[in-house]
Structure formats: C-alpha cells, structure tokens
C-alpha cells in the first residue's frame, strides 16, 4: 500500500466512527514494514476517556501486539493533525514518522481547537526540594 492508502484507511475509520455516532471525527493507522498492525478510532464518549484519541487508541494496540511501548519502526497515519496529547505519546512510543490528512486548521473549521492552553489551568508548588527525590530514586535504580 501507499501512503495516502493509508492515509485513506484513517479516515475511512473516522468516517465510519462518525456515521456510526460512537464518536468525534478521527481515525488512525499504525504500519510496520509496510503491513498495518493496529488502527484505532476516537472512543472518548464509548469508554468515558478523554484520552482515547484515535491515535493513542491505535498505540496501545499496537503496543500489546509486539510486547513493548517502543514503536520505533513504526509509522502512524492520523486523519488529522494529532493534538498536543497525541504528539506527546507518539513522542514516547519513539514512532518514527507521522502522517496526517486535516489540518489544525481544517479541524477548527469543524468546531475542534486541538491547542492546549496549559498556563490557564496548570500551575507548580514549590515542594523545598521534594519533587527532586522520585525522580532521583528512578535514576539510581535505572543504574
């Protein structure tokens, strides 16, 4: 298959979801070595998750497939531009290459604003020292 073969089959998954009322507008494919392993749609109203994007939907497939949350010789096709959340586990996953139809956008024309206004709700405690020691404790043991 073809890029926008696959390209095609993420938004032929959105299309579906959307026809069908399970959820908003979003499809996605993983492929490894030009075979598709796994492929999610957006559940957000079905599970009552607000972080089942189609994209992460499709990673956590695809990693239970192969046993491991490193998906570095994988691709994704999206449907639309993945969202801050998205991009973040993509970026854990170590997926090599993203692809995506709609844009940012092409999606806020449909009423979607996928930029996160972190500041607004997101605000640090000074914790004297102490938010320091989880994350020593995991580097003296990752030795």
């Not at 586990?89 to 139809?101: D, G, L, P, R």
């Not at 102490?130 to 990752?142: D, G, V």
Request: aromatic share 8%.
């Amino acid at each position: 298959m073809t890029r926008k073969q696959y390209l095609q089959a993420a938004i032929d998954l959105a299309l579906e979801n959307t026809r069908e009322g399970k959820a908003q507008p979003f499809g996605a494919v993983i492929v490894k070595d030009g075979q598709v392993i796994a492929t999610g749609v957006n559940e957000i109203f079905s599970t009552n998750d607000p972080t089942a994007h189609a994209e992460i939907q499709a990673i956590r497939k695809a990693c239970e497939k192969i046993g491991s949350y490193l998906l570095k010789d994988c691709e994704l096709y999206a449907s639309s531009q993945p969202c801050p959340l998205c991009m973040e586990a993509i970026s854990w996953a170590e997926i090599k290459k993203v692809y995506y139809a709609a844009s940012f956008e092409e999606a806020a024309e449909a009423g979607f604003n996928p930029r996160a206004d972190y500041e607004s709700v997101a605000e640090r405690i000074d914790m004297e020292g102490a938010q320091k020691e989880p994350l020593s404790l995991w580097t003296k043991l990752k030795r």
